[in-house]
């Protein structure tokens, strides 16, 4: 590997290679002192620090908590950057290996998104679940790798990450992606092509011509300015910025109806039948019964169907307990969580249909599939269960074409305005979809 195809495009402190070449390298400190307040140059941070006797250079120094996981940075870290030519891509990088066809829905975001990454603009595009909002990136990708630009698609979580690979990699044979996330083995992979949590972007400076934000308003994206701040410091100052959500947040959604952000809608999904919309059904006090009567009976008429259901809990404890319940009905049910050592297997087995009932957090509230499912939320008026939560995990049912519809229930103890925002939400996008003849009645 060469110095340039190494060090290109990332900002590395001294433990994070081995050796410096003699030329093309920029540094600054990582740490910038202005009037004596400290400001980290890796994540923007300048409320979040701590001191320490210094192994490194024996003095007292000042180093960043804020982005302490990917390496501790103080007050005598260096930031090293290439500044030398880049490295030469593969001649055939853009060469698209798809034959699938796109949507009429998503032709319009296709061609969007490409003009946005050729004129280096941003561009929002807001796709319902199951609208197929990947596929609408190809073509722009595809022309970017052959105008010889870097491009990377950052997810604030790993799994959506790890889901996105080898999509990746199997239409852009060429080119296969540098995949990055905590612990992963491409760590050091050049490519112009990168796939990444969006953490992995504090490593970077001005790396990309094309920076394209999946799962925007995911925790912990949204809530993170530093993260905010990684996204702006991994792209080149002239480059194209495009966000993909299924649910923006308030502001920009009606910056959108507003015509003040670029974006294309998708109102509907690749198999042109329209959203299930959720129901409301009152349960009582869940908190106190485990299990409410009315929630039991409609599992286990369900189950007797033959019926797959995936069921949301607020909270684990709560979860938990009502899980031994639900095994009378079937000792195959099960719940997961995010810390659950076996959350990989049962997602899995649930995949496989070995599952009949998967209780679950909001872990699988977004970026998982299961065909031919039935979605309940017990509790729908938990504080956690935001506008945004409920339209994601009710985006989970009749997402295959072979089972398009699917029955959702909020079950409540009180309605809430995120509850009635999330079903108007869904019942607008249908009412778009079908006024712009993307699905089908
Ligand atoms: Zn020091
Ligand atoms: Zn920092």
């Known amino acids: 590997m060469t110095h340039a195809s190494f060090f290109a495009g990332r900002e590395l402190i001294d433990e994070e290679f081995k050796t410096l070449p003699d030329e093309h390298i920029a540094t600054r400190p990582a740490i910038h002192f202005d009037g004596g307040q400290p400001r980290c ?16 250079c024996g003095n007292i120094c000042t180093y960043c ?19 030398g030519p880049p ?3 593969h001649e055939n990088a853009g060469t698209l290996h798809w034959t699938g066809t796109l949507s009429a829905g998503q032709k319009t975001a296709s061609s969007n998104v490409e003009r946005a990454i050729c004129h280096s603009s941003e561009h929002l595009v807001w796709a319902v679940a199951g609208a197929g909002k990947t596929e609408v990136l190809f073509q722009g990708i595809a022309s ?7 491009v990377c698609i950052a997810a604030p ?33 050049y490519s112009p092509l990168v796939i990444a949590t969006t953490h992995q972007l504090y490593r970077f400076y001005h790396a990309f011509d094309v920076l394209i934000v999946d799962e925007v308003d995911a925790y912990p994206y949204t809530f993170d300015r530093s993260l905010q701040f990684a996204v702006q410091k991994a792209r080149k100052p002239e480059s194209a910025l495009i966000y993909l959500t299924a649910t923006p947040h308030a502001e920009w959604q009606s910056e959108v109806k507003k015509g003040k952000r670029e974006a294309t809608l998708i109102p509907a999904r690749y198999h042109r039948h329209p959203l299930p919309v959720p129901k409301t059904e009152w349960c009582g006090n869940w908190k106190k019964t485990n299990v409410p009567k009315n929630v039991l009976l409609w599992v286990k008429t369900k189950v007797e169907e033959g019926q797959r259901l995936l069921i949301f809990y607020s909270h684990i404890d709560t979860m938990e307990k009502a899980l031994p319940l639900f095994k009378e009905i079937d000792l195959r049910i099960e719940s997961v969580h995010a810390a659950d050592p076996l959350r990989k297997e049962k997602v899995a087995a649930m995949r496989r249909q070995e599952i009949p009932v998967l209780l679950s957090t909001t872990i699988l509230e977004r970026g998982v599939t299961f065909p031919g499912i039935d979605v309940a939320v017990i509790g729908a008026e938990d504080a956690v269960f935001t506008e945004s939560a409920l339209v994601q995990l009710a985006g989970r049912a009749g997402r295959s074409a072979d089972y398009p519809t699917g029955e959702i229930l909020f079950f409540h103890y009180g309605k809430t305005d995120a509850m009635m925002k999330a079903i108007r939400q869904i019942n607008e996008m249908n009412r778009l979809g079908i006024e712009r003849g993307l699905i089908d009645r």
């Open 87 to 89: 490295p030469e891509h």
């Open 157 to 189: 979580r790993s799994d959506v990450v790890r889901e996105l690979a080898p999509r990746l990699t199997t239409v852009f044979p060429d080119t296969p992606p540098a995949v990055l996330y905590g612990g992963s083995p491409d760590r050091n992979t």
């Open 65 to 83: 908590r804020n982005c302490i996981e990917m390496g501790k940075i103080s007050s005598c870290t260096t930031l090293y950057t290439w500044i």
């Open 41 to 56: 140059n890796r994540c923007n941070n300048t409320t979040n620090f701590a001191s320490h006797p210094c192994a490194r």
């Open 144 to 150: 970017a790798l052959f105008a010889g630009k870097r």
